[in-house]
């Protein structure tokens, strides 16, 4: 079982930038697709980026050009780069293999606000 333990979120204006972390626990953390993952109030969890073991991407096309994901694996770690944030990148933000392996850390918020 591996845990993740995400970070990063904060309050942001419009325009603004964000860089998430996402902590792995476990030796494994490098065989396995990366996803990052967001959940807005009243919608459904939804997949915005990805990070295969080899480091090929992809992004929902909502976020593609204003994220980046990238990964660490000495350091067990995930990362997703915001940049150019609107309103409607508000949501809880999750790590978690993909396809979805292991329960769900607790999150992060990121909330775009003027």
């Known amino acids: 079982q591996v845990q993740f333990v995400e970070s990063g979120g904060g309050l942001v204006q419009p325009g603004g930038s964000l860089r998430l972390s996402c902590g792995a626990s476990?030796?494994?953390?490098?065989?396995?697709?990366m996803g990052w993952y967001r959940q807005a109030p009243g919608k459904q969890r939804e997949l915005v980026a990805l990070?295969?073991?080899?480091?090929?991407?992809n992004y929902a096309d909502s976020v593609k050009g204003r994220f980046t994901i990238s990964r660490d694996n000495a350091k067990n770690t995930a990362y997703l780069q915001m940049k150019g944030l609107k309103p409607e990148d508000t949501a809880v933000y999750y790590c978690?293999?993909?396809?979805?392996?292991?329960?769900w850390g607790q999150g992060t918020q990121v909330t775009v606000s003027s």
């Open positions: 978690n293999a993909e396809p979805i392996l292991f329960d």
């Open positions: 476990g030796s494994m953390f490098s065989i396995y697709t």
């Open positions: 990070i295969t073991s080899g480091y090929s991407t």
